[in-house]
């Protein structure tokens, strides 16, 4: 409900079901920065291999696309926080498992095995996390709500990447897993305390299709809105030029700067400053300038971004340079969601957050296997120019789809008739 005239807006913070929720997934986003670090550490240090990284990279996520598949489809049926609970749980045992395995020395074959089950219930859970931001806030504080919840994930990936690369450095990346590991139980724990908002918009709808049904009205949903369909075919390329970005810059930091494992933890905690100016500031930003104007800018800043860390040749420069890429991935990815989350009826929003995910995520184990073996073989600096230049020119189509002219309002309106018909 929005207030009405006179009516006092509760802080987001005096909210305790929101503090409550938000207070462990923050903790739970902790241990995650130190397995960001962890994981290609413990491919590196085993191999010494990009390529390694890449692919593993590659295979987890495809992973991630499956279960996006068929995660949108469970979200809408089933209770969600139950399923984040699972998704945690399973998360918790199987991440266990690398730091008693490692005990006998590197074990690289495990990570090929638990890494991929781990990003699969990771979909669901962030499949039934967006879902469910629906069902704690009102509709007028979801980008609010986002914002609070990104910058504060951002704030603790600062601190978690540091406090990583000290763990590893001193105790080995398996110790900074186990971590990540024992952060799953605070969130389930956290997760325990709180119950959700009755789902009333036809929440037992998804019970009268199939599987296979239930995913196409999702992906229909997606096609038919002519701004989510721009944003689904530009973000899966965005996705395939960006997502092995992070081993790239591992690599760079780590072989071409001749930095050591606490070296890269300071330049992945440094950076995620940037991740938290962006989730600040894409509420005014968006209300000021509209969903377009900041969505397409953001891909822009992040384009450029990649084309500097390339040409950098010292680690303060590539650290700010990352900080500020990772600043317009924050402003358009929490834009994006946003906007999804406003303009999709309850009972069809795990279905379309999954096939928008599936869809765009879909090219991204290619492009991390393919520019993480480019590095290898062509160097950071040929795969950071085309990688940036590609963000650019993406950038650049969207303004030419519908994107350039929404904004929040005009995007909520024309969105409607488009739930009601479904």
Not at 55 to 62: C, R
Not at 72 to 91: K, N, Q, S
Not at 382 to 389: N, R, W
Request: charge should be positive.
């Amino acid at each position: 409900m929005i207030p009405g005239p006179g009516t006092a807006r509760r802080s987001l913070w005096r909210d305790r079901t929101f503090s409550t929720y938000w207070l462990a997934q923050s903790l739970s986003a902790a241990g995650d920065a130190f397995a960001y670090l962890a994981v290609p550490l413990l491919i590196l240090h085993a191999t010494g291999s990009v390529a390694q990284m890449g692919l593993l990279t590659a295979v987890a996520g495809a992973a991630s696309v499956g279960a996006g598949v068929f995660g949108g489809v469970l979200v809408d049926r089933y209770d969600r926080r139950t399923l984040m609970i699972a998704a945690d749980v399973t998360r918790l045992v199987l991440y266990s498992l690398i730091p008693l395995a490692w005990l006998a020395g590197p074990q690289v074959w495990l990570l090929f095995v638990v890494l991929p089950i781990c990003e699969a219930a990771g979909m669901i859970f962030q499949i039934a996390a967006v879902a469910a931001v629906r069902n704690l806030v009102d509709r007028d504080r979801i980008t609010e709500a986002n914002g609070r919840l990104q910058a504060t994930y951002a704030a603790t990936a600062v601190v978690g990447p540091l406090l990583a690369g000290v763990v590893s450095a001193r105790f080995g990346p398996s110790a900074a897993v186990a971590v990540n590991a024992a952060s799953f139980a605070v969130s389930a724990v956290g997760l325990g305390l709180i119950r959700f908002r009755s789902r009333v918009e036809g929440a037992d709808a998804a019970r009268r299709e199939g599987p296979v049904a239930e995913f196409l009205a999702g992906a229909r949903f997606l096609w038919r809105e002519p701004v989510l369909r721009a944003l689904t075919v530009l973000l899966s390329v965005f996705i395939f030029l960006t997502y092995g970005f992070t081993d790239v810059l591992v690599y760079h930091v780590k072989h071409g700067l001749g930095g050591s494992d606490g070296t890269v933890g300071t330049v992945l905690g440094l950076a995620a400053l940037g991740t938290v100016a962006g989730a600040l500031l894409v509420a005014p930003l968006r209300r000021r300038r509209g969903f377009g104007v900041a969505w397409i800018g953001a891909l822009l800043v992040s384009g450029l971004a990649i084309v500097g860390v390339g040409l950098a040749g010292t680690v303060p420069v590539v650290t700010a340079l990352t900080a500020v890429y990772l600043c317009g991935v924050s402003v358009g990815g929490i834009s994006s969601m946003s906007l999804r989350q406003e303009i999709t009826p309850d009972h069809l929003l795990g279905r379309v957050t999954s096939a928008f995910w599936s869809t765009h995520y879909s090219l991204g184990p290619a492009g991390a296997a393919l520019l993480t073996w480019a590095a290898g073989h062509f160097g950071v600096l040929a795969v950071t120019l085309v990688t940036g230049t590609g963000c650019v020119l993406i950038a650049v189509a969207g303004l030419f789809t519908p994107i350039r002219r929404a904004g929040a309002p005009q995007a909520v309106a024309h969105a409607e008739p488009a739930a009601v018909a479904t």
